[in-house]
């Protein structure tokens, strides 16, 4: 609303007549000229103020004039505290105007001074809030304000007040600051100008409340900042009521400098609220020089400002400064509290640093030299038993529960068992942690799904998942139900071990209970499924988790294209890699290897260049899976000779040294084409370079010498493989059995198996 609003009447209003000035008045400060200053009016009694009343309810205002009590009440200046009585009690805004009119006609000019005109249009204000509804009140305040603006009726500091409260409220922030500006100077106090800020804060004038404020922080300000200054500022930080202007953590303090300055200091609580906000910003040297900028200037802190801190350097890992922080408490004798002891006690486990943690405990029970005699509490000695079985001392955590129970009587609850069964599962000792699940379960302490879920994991990693799900199947029925961490334990359990029915069961079940899958659950059952080659599911799978928000990585995705290459579906293969590149993932070196090896076995050479050009485009240099798939791809196609060229060119140009697998390719594909010799040579060459056969290795050499009935080179190399320790496997004995008997040669064989355990893996 504009000033100029102020002609539009909402009221009939009896207009001030121009002969009949206040006398005495300058302008709306209520200073009274010297010459003219009244003596002290007579003070009124409660008797003469309730006849006067009713003489002016009981009298048409035309008549005030004729009525001689009246004139006689005006003719002796009543005090202004009666007139504020006499119009309060008049029961309307108008005729409150008609008692002001008629007192400002009829009262001589020492009588009608500023605090009377004041008082009594302070009343007619408080009469209007009540007789108006409450969405009209600030337009007629308005208005009355103007009114008494051009009457130059001065405003005392309670109609000050309830202006600028009222418009405030009504977001009128100009006319809050038109009644401040006409509010008498010497009238002005911490109070209202609190008041005005208020208003202009919260109205979004931020500027002028800023400007507002820099003049009660000035060292030589009239209106000093008070403790309610702070709240305001701070309440309307806090609340972020401003956009605009967003006071980052170094102002903030720079502001707050300068409240300690006029000896305001923070409360404990908003001290703790604003060192805990600058510490999770990453701010904590900040919230160090607040706290000790407040006590220079003499504020005194709390425990709890302290603690505060504390927690902010522990999340940094900065003990040092914790500990100066500590003996800065005891030097201020602030007593540290059992907060302060658990603050310290928990970053110091959390950095495993729990000999140091323990040395805390210690203090607490006031008998070292530098102790304080703080009783723990059960959270504290839960804190410490997690930091001991987190660093594999379970025992000790045991032991420290025993004492919890002994010493202090506090009871271990589900986060005390949690803490030592996890302890006890991360050391393997899975047979501990549920004897101690059954001793939770008896002394009354009822599991929670975190209990659940630790076990569940120490069986599976054990891989004990049967028993694991025997274990969910029970709890279930008892009423606790898993999670979404419990069916992503034993989801990815079962994937692990190829059981990918059960593991589609748990995720159906999950869903059903409305359980969400998260991105790990999805992964980990997209992987299960195409190394199961399963690939319709796993699409599925893929499908609803992009519908659930999780974007497929790089890795499940060439799960998925390897899953779809090893089934042939090549248009599955070249939608999949669409999908990727539209989602932003870039193909590694993994996925060309894996278009690479398929296409090489398919026979497109063709296409494999345009493959491994595309892949050094994108940086990926080929390595030896890349060289492999093409030495097997061109040894399947028949084409030797440019799979040796390719091998050659590895051990030159390229700077990859060939791989046991390799070597394996070409040695069994040299033997079966009747080129033993060069698969010998292949064998000496893997000796000079330091590559290591293996079982294989010596496989396809024994095929290719029983072909060639070459015995001796046979028995050279049964020998070295005797010295190079290489255990054979059924395959080995297969072709020996079948060949050395049939030739005499039974000794020599009984001589290469004794002491060996022949195994019977593929690998």
């Known amino acids: 609303m504009k000033l100029a609003a102020a002609r539009k009447s909402l009221l009939p209003l009896p207009s001030l007549p121009k002969s009949g000035s206040i006398a005495g008045v300058r302008h709306l400060s209520g200073k009274l000229d010297v010459t003219h200053t009244p003596l002290p009016p007579p003070t009124t009694t409660s008797a003469a103020v309730t006849e006067i009343v009713s003489v002016l309810k009981t009298t048409d205002h035309n008549d005030w004039n004729s009525n001689s009590k009246l004139v006689e009440f005006l003719h002796t200046p009543p005090s202004p505290t009666s007139l504020l009585k006499i119009t309060r009690q008049l029961g309307s805004t108008e005729k ?209 400002s302290y603690n505060a801190l504390l927690s902010g350097l522990g999340r940094e890992r900065d003990f040092q400064r914790m500990n100066l922080l500590m003996n800065e408490m005891k030097e201020k004798e602030v007593k540290p509290n059992v907060v302060t002891f658990g603050i310290l006690i928990n970053h110091l486990c959390k950095c495993y640093r729990v000999d140091e943690a323990l040395q805390v405990f210690e203090k607490m029970g006031g008998s070292e030299p530098d102790g304080v005699l703080v009783k723990p509490d059960r959270v504290l000695y839960n804190t410490l038993i997690d930091g001991l079985c987190k660093v594999g001392k379970q025992e000790e955590g045991f032991k420290l529960m025993e004492k919890m129970r002994m010493e202090t009587g506090y009871e271990p609850n589900t986060v005390t068992y949690n803490c030592l069964i996890d302890g006890f599962c991360k050391a393997g000792e899975i047979e501990t942690s549920l004897e101690l699940f059954d001793q939770m379960k008896k002394n009354g302490v009822v599991p929670n799904v975190i209990t659940l879920n630790i076990l569940l994991n120490g069986m599976c990693k054990l891989g004990r998942v049967s028993s694991s799900m025997g274990l969910f199947t029970e709890m279930q029925e008892k009423g606790l139900k898993g999670n979404a961490i419990t069916y992503t334990i034993l989801i990815t359990s079962f994937c692990s071990v190829n059981n990918i029915d059960r593991a589609m069961t748990l995720f159906n079940e999950m869903t059903e209970n409305g359980c969400s899958p998260d991105a790990k659950l999805y992964y980990s059952l997209i992987l299960g499924l195409c190394q199961a080659r399963r690939m319709d599911d796993a699409s599925c799978i893929a499908s609803k988790a992009k519908e659930a928000g999780f974007g497929l990585d790089v890795i499940c995705y060439n799960a998925l294209i390897g899953g779809l290459c090893r089934k042939n579906k090549i248009d599955e293969v070249y939608q999949t890699l669409k999908d990727m590149e539209e989602s932003g993932i870039k193909p590694d070196r993994y996925t060309y290897n894996t278009l690479i090896s398929y296409f090489s076995e398919q026979g497109q050479f063709t296409t494999v260049r345009r493959v491994m050009k595309r892949m050094k485009d994108d940086g990926y240099l080929p390595n ?140």
């Open 624 to 763: 030896v899976v890349t060289y492999g798939a093409l030495i097997r791809a061109y040894c399947l196609a028949g084409n030797l000779d440019e799979a040796m060229k390719i091998f050659q060119n590895m051990s030159s140009a390229t700077n990859v040294p060939p791989n046991t697998v390799v070597y394996n390719i070409l040695i069994d594909t040299l033997c079966k084409s009747d080129k033993v010799e060069d698969a010998i040579s292949l064998l000496d060459e893997m000796k000079d370079k330091g590559v290591r056969p293996n079982t294989k290795t010596y496989n396809a050499l024994f095929k290719g010498l029983r072909e060639r009935n070459w015995v001796e080179k046979a028995f050279e190399i049964m020998d070295q493989m005797t010295e190079n320790a290489c255990n054979p496997d059924y395959i080995t004995m297969e072709i020996l059995t079948q060949w050395l008997p049939t030739i005499g040669e039974t000794e020599k064989l009984r001589s290469f198996v004794e002491g060996y355990e022949v195994s019977t893996s593929t690998a």
């Open 96 to 304: 409150g105007l008609h008692f002001l009119e008629f007192f400002k006609t009829n009262s001589s000019g020492l009588s009608a001074n500023p605090s009377s005109l004041s008082f009594t249009f302070q009343a007619i204000l408080e009469q209007a809030m009540r007789d108006e509804q409450e969405a009209d009140v600030p337009s007629k305040l308005f208005e009355l304000f103007c009114f008494a603006k051009e009457g130059k009726i001065p405003l005392s500091i309670n109609a000050a007040t309830l202006l600028i409260r009222c418009f405030g409220r009504a977001k009128m922030l100009e006319e809050s600051v038109s009644v401040y500006k006409e509010l008498d100077p010497d009238s002005r106090n911490t109070n209202v100008v609190n008041l005005l800020l208020d208003c202009l804060l919260r109205g979004g004038n931020i500027d002028r409340g800023f400007e507002v404020l820099d003049e009660m922080l000035k060292r030589d300000s009239g209106v000093p900042p008070n403790k309610s200054t702070m709240d305001i500022v701070l309440s309307a930080l806090w609340k972020r009521i401003w956009v605009e202007r967003r006071m980052s953590v170094e102002e903030i303090c720079e502001l707050l400098v300068r409240f300690f300055e006029h000896g305001v200091f923070l409360d404990d609580v908003w001290f703790t609220k604003l060192i805990t906000k600058f510490c999770r910003s990453g701010k904590c040297d900040k919230a160090w020089d607040l706290l000790h900028d407040m006590l220079r200037l003499g504020g005194g802190v709390e425990a709890s």
